[in-house]
């Protein structure tokens, strides 16, 4: 379990997570990934490809709107959360695998912030007739700097038991 009031080292000087399987984990866990700096220049080549809304391409027209300047996509923020999860926030064995969820933005993500990742396990339900595996609910708040809350997401993961032998 990871303390989530600690500061995250940067992704690369993090020490490698041993992975985590079903039998592992306790609801009420809690990890928290390393460290993202967003900027303009990411902000608006994700938005060209993937969003190209004014709001994520240009500051200017992004000041006219409800965001007042630029914001990221919320995808690009969910993407970069994806990614922390993985290099260094969630160390699940055989890797993330979704099976649902749900996904909030209670605050727009900014050129200057410096994202991290903090979940907990809310649900552990081994499954009946797939005795090698379950599915855990887990809640993860996309952080900035300031643990201002940029995104909110419930997701249904499933994570495999430890295979038979494995020591504890």
Do not use: C
Not at 13 to 36: A, I, M, N, W
Not at 50 to 58: G, I, M, N, R, V
Not at 74 to 87: E, N
Not at 141 to 162: A, D
């Amino acid at each position: 379990m990871t303390d989530p009031l600690a500061s995250p080292a940067p992704a690369a000087s993090r020490p490698q997570q041993k992975p985590v399987y079903l039998d592992d984990l306790t609801v009420g866990d809690q990890f928290k990934s390393g460290e993202h700096a967003m900027d303009a220049e990411q902000i608006k080549a994700f938005a060209a490809q993937f969003d190209p809304q004014p709001f994520h391409l240009d500051d200017a027209a992004a000041r006219a709107t409800l965001f007042g300047g630029l914001a990221a996509s919320g995808w690009h923020t969910a993407a970069v959360t994806m990614r922390l999860q993985v290099t260094s926030g969630l160390p699940i064995a055989g890797g993330i695998i979704g099976a649902g969820g749900e996904l909030s933005w209670p605050q727009a993500t900014r050129p200057t912030d410096v994202l991290h990742v903090v979940s907990e396990v809310v649900q552990i339900q081994p499954s009946r007739s797939k005795p090698d595996r379950g599915m855990v609910t887990v809640r993860s708040e996309t952080r900035n700097q300031h643990g201002e809350v940029l995104q909110i997401s419930t997701v249904r993961i499933v994570v495999p038991r430890k295979p038979q032998g494995t020591a504890a």
